[in-house]
């Protein structure tokens, strides 16, 4: 598991589409400076899509090289091969909340602004974008193959404009305040549910036969 | 346990193709040639062997045990027709993730191997030539130090400098007599250069298992007029094809042949001639 494992957090990070990275900075740059105080949140959950988004990508290569050939050669079981995937999508979630706690302390020093709910509200979104993501697009890919999980992965940012919209144009985290924490924790339990059962699923995606 | 390879009664079944009871074996300490056309059924054996399709109904037994024991593959090395690693990995990534896998994986080895094939360690892999990933994908499936080598078309689109390289290597590596290779391609030259046993498939049906060196040395292709082939009794060829002016036939054995028909020219045959009247024999063709 361990040489997979590095298979797929290497490709992560190599095959990193530099026209994604860029679309995605210029994204967060124009959200820190006009979100005002929330320009911590939404960079945050701008940093965990494409986090999310570049897990999927990393199959493009695996499909590229016809790794898939190979990797069923080798003594692992399917368990193995698609646990290992699922472990190097929770190294990338460090990640993500690295950048979120980044991301939050340049916007507090920027807008002078320390509020601890929006602190937690970044750090869980950074948490459970990633999950919820592959977690979706790894049982498209195991079933029906890359393209697929492509495609969905489009359709998960539409809910996330919602998000965006509803923190510009709605009433804010204030409205939600007393519920907020519950909200997060709830949020969480779902997201470590669905991915759970994402890599069941998988794992049966992935052991198909012909 | 006398073999690595042990099949029997294979079948399995396609749309438009299907294995029919191939049965075949690859004894230790020998190289074992598989040859026919493309879409003979070569690759389809070599998934059912490595597991990676199920099979419709026969045995597969890898080092006497069945093969769909996962431990099995601990000791099998593959190479594909073409480089399954990414791009963007250099060799020391490669090696990482091998020595992840298998537990007999082989650093010393493999950069012994490295260096003497002259293999660039600082650079990535999409920046080698065919030749230099193929040799790649040779080295891997041997660092971890297996005891059956599967080649499918392993040394296909290779120059001929680096197919002899390659193929040194297998020699080297079938000095222990519990090694052995199955080696798959439709390059029958290679075959030829390095096989202890031929086995040809044609259309999904193992066509004939022999010892290479009876099918070089005793078969022949007579060439002669259709007048003379008329003289000639059944059972002293195995196939004709009639051309225009002539009629060409393989015989088992050449120096019975001569012996029996004094005025007959009877040339070798290489493993090519035999495969092509095999795959083509007894149709018509053109001069």
Known sequence: ?210 | MDNNILVQNLCKQFEDFSLDNVSFKVPKGRIVGFIGENGAGKSTTINLILNELNKDSGQIQVFGIDHTIPTVKENIGVVFDECNFHDVFTTADIEKILKGVYKTWDSGLFSQYLKKFKIPTKKTIGTFSKGMKMKLSIICAMAHRPKLLILDEATTGLDPVVRDEVLDLFWEFIQDEDCSIFFSSHITSDIQKIADYVILIHRGKIIFEEQKDNLVYNYGVSKCRKEKFAQFSADDYIIHRTTNMSVECLVRDKEVFKKKYKNIIVDNATLEDIMLFYVKGGTSCED
């Open chain 1, 1 to 210: 598991m361990r040489g997979l494992i590095y298979k797929d957090t290497s490709i992560f990070f190599k095959s990193i589409d530099k026209k994604l990275i860029l679309i995605a900075v210029v994204a967060i740059v124009l959200l820190i400076f006009n979100a005002g105080i929330y320009a911590g949140l939404f960079a945050s959950v701008m940093f965990a899509m494409t986090i999310g988004m570049q897990n999927i990508m990393s199959f493009a290569s695996d499909e590229k090289a016809s790794w898939k050939k190979y990797q069923l050669a080798m003594p692992i079981s399917s368990f193995t091969v698609v646990a290992s995937k699922y472990v190097s999508v929770l190294y990338t979630v460090a990640i993500s909340i690295l950048g979120s706690i980044a991301f939050n302390g340049l916007s507090s020093v920027i807008f002078q602004n320390f509020d601890m709910l929006i602190w937690l509200f970044s750090i869980v979104a950074a948490f459970i974008i990633p999950l919820i993501w592959t977690g979706i697009c790894l049982p498209l890919t195991y079933w029906f193959g890359f393209r697929s999980a492509q495609t969905m992965g489009l359709i998960v940012v539409i809910p996330m404009f919602y998000f965006v919209k509803y923190f510009e144009d709605g009433p804010g985290i204030s409205a939600m305040l007393n519920s907020a924490y519950s909200y997060m924790i709830v949020a969480a339990i779902v997201a470590v549910i669905i991915f759970g059962i994402s890599l069941v699923v998988s794992t049966i995606g992935y052991s198909q036969k012909n």
